[in-house]
């Protein structure tokens, strides 16, 4: 490159008015890590985390009981507001510090690091004190003095977007915190404001996939303020998952009808636990996991477990299904091409594939099941192919015909 084009590009980095946070600067990603010892969560990396809990921490009995409802389910972070920034003065202000010293005591008793709302510069002390990573709302995105004192409160930051901000006056609030000294800064999107009025904000999952690929931040959704409507957080979850966010922030609560605040968005636990299990087959196919709280070795803990399985096994038969589908689809195309229909180094390659994404099995980063045990499996599979379409076969010898819909038994 000849200096002036150097010099072109430089100047044109510059312009920007975000670059420590600019994709290019870490091109796999950055990571962002929540909380202490065992229970500590990694924001950014291969597991989907899940950050639940009510709008506002309002007595202890109900943060208490939110926080085992969505750790049971699987939560990995303990949310609930202390200060509130509400739309009328006169609406529930929130606890304040009351407020982080039952959400701090209640993410203790269930295991789950919190991430709470700090509102103002003056505030970032007593909010470190009590939480684990702070959370700078919608209404605040933009107020300079509040981020670049987080650039000094030595706990990571979820920072949301306004409901009227763009991608790149976000990733400047971002930058604000990071050139300030802390780089542990994680984006989240949560509605903005369009003509649309069926719904409190439109979810901009646009934003989403657009800060994936300018950022190297972790990019966490909130289905819950983006919609504003419980029915729409269970669907809005998925495609935030399908999207390639990196987790969620839902609202949760144990009587949602009771809610001081943001009731009619709110998750009852049983909602929460079946988002949960529905986002688990999702992921799996996605190779992405959700990871169930580390700390819990009891017998809810076995049930959630075997939930998730049961929601991977329905994924997997569906998968199997359509696998047998495509191949069974293969066969007739290759009929109509006049090609051969046995293919034993296309179904070498195949087991070779996936032998080599299975890795070293248990002791190795790629999971649990080693190399020997996904090619007999793979191997299965093909076999049991082979059967079905030795079936169609021999109906299409017979009637020379079209594909049937079905395969004869
Ligand atoms: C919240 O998550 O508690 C909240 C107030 O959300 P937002 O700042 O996105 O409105
Ligand atoms: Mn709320």
């Not at 919190?114 to 700078?136: C, I, N, Y």
């Not at 719904?199 to 819950?224: F, I, Y």
Request: net charge neutral; glycine share 12%.
């Amino acid at each position: 490159m000849s200096n002036a084009a150097e010099g072109t590009d430089r100047t044109k980095r510059d312009d920007r008015p975000w670059r420590l946070v600019a994709r290019e600067t870490r091109p796999a990603g950055s990571r962002v890590r929540i909380g202490e010892g065992a229970g500590a969560v990694e924001v950014g990396g291969p597991e989907f985390v899940v950050a639940a809990g009510p709008c506002a921490d309002e007595t202890r009995g109900q943060i208490r009981e939110a926080a085992e409802e969505v750790a049971r389910a699987g939560a990995r972070l303990l949310r609930g507001g202390a200060f509130k920034p509400r739309t009328s003065p006169y609406a529930f202000q929130g606890l304040g510090e009351e407020g982080l010293r039952l959400l701090a005591e209640a993410g203790r008793e269930a295991g789950l690091p919190v991430v709470t709302e700090v509102m103002a510069a003056e505030e970032v002390g007593v909010v470190v004190r009590h939480a684990d990573a702070l959370q700078v709302g919608a209404r605040n995105v933009q107020n300079y003095a509040l981020l670049k004192a987080l650039g000094t409160a030595g706990k990571p930051v979820l920072l949301k977007r306004g409901f009227a901000t763009t991608v790149d006056e976000l990733l400047g609030a971002a930058e604000y915190i990071v050139a300030h000294g802390n780089p542990d800064v994680i984006l989240c999107e949560r509605g903005i404001r369009t003509f649309e009025t069926a719904t409190r904000n439109t979810l901009d999952l646009n934003a989403v996939a657009v800060l994936k690929a300018l950022t190297h931040l972790p990019v966490m959704v909130d289905p819950s303020h983006g919609t504003g409507r419980r029915d729409l957080v269970v669907p809005l979850s998925k495609a935030a998952a399908a999207v390639g966010a990196d987790g969620l922030l839902v609202e949760v609560h144990p009587h949602p009808e009771a809610a001081w605040s943001d009731g009619s968005q709110s998750l009852p636990p049983a909602l929460f636990a079946a988002l949960m299990r529905e986002l688990t087959g999702l992921l799996a196919v996605q190779d992405r996991t959700l990871p169930l709280s580390g700390g819990r070795l009891d017998e809810a803990a076995l049930g959630t477990c075997r939930e998730r399985i049961d929601s991977i096994d329905g994924a997997i038969v569906g998968l199997l299904q359509r696998r047998a589908e495509l191949a069974v689809r293969a066969l007739w195309i290759k009929r109509a091409c006049g090609r051969a229909l046995e293919a034993p180094e296309r179904e070498a390659a195949v087991i070779q594939r996936a032998v080599a994404a299975a890795g070293a099995g248990f002791a190795g980063s790629a999971g649990a099941l080693g190399a020997a045990a996904i090619e007999r499996l793979f191997r299965a599979i093909i076999d049991e192919t082979r059967q079905v379409e030795a079936r169609l076969a021999g109906a299409l010898a017979l009637d020379g015909g079209c594909c049937p819909a079905r395969v004869p038994a």
